[in-house]
């Protein structure tokens, strides 16, 4: 049963990954089409902008479900002092770092106006 698993592991992984490759590349496409999530860039900051835009969109939801980890902290501590203590530090930090992602954006904005104006 091992056996089973392993080898309908690898043909999923083969199916997924290479065929599409195969395929692209068969049809002329290139290897490259399509999987470059950054697309074509003409200048740094067009490429930094791209960059945390990817970065955006990912820790986006990560920033959700730690929120709503932290609401499942704050339920199952049930009053128990250490447990409510370890869910508002994993809150406090949760929203740090969900307003260092969204303030990274604006930080971004004015160093490319002020390096742009020289």
């Known amino acids: 049963?091992?056996?089973f698993v392993k080898v309908f592991k690898n043909i999923i992984i083969l199916l997924v990954v290479v065929f599409p490759l195969i395929v692209g590349a068969a049809a002329g496409e290139g290897v490259d089409s399509g999987l470059n999530p950054l697309g074509s860039v003409s200048s740094l900051w067009e490429l930094l902008s791209r960059a945390f835009n990817v970065l955006i969109?990912?820790?986006?939801?990560i920033a959700g479900l730690a929120l709503v980890?932290?609401?499942f902290l704050f339920v199952s501590a049930m009053g128990d002092e250490k447990q409510l203590t370890s869910?508002?530090?994993t809150l406090k930090w949760t929203v740090i770092g969900l307003g260092v992602l969204l303030g990274a954006e604006a930080i971004i904005l004015v160093v490319q106006e002020t390096i742009g104006g020289l």
């Open 87 to 89: 869910a508002k530090e």
């Open 57 to 61: 969109e990912i820790g986006i939801p």
């Open 69 to 71: 980890y932290s609401g």
């Open 1 to 3: 049963m091992k056996n």
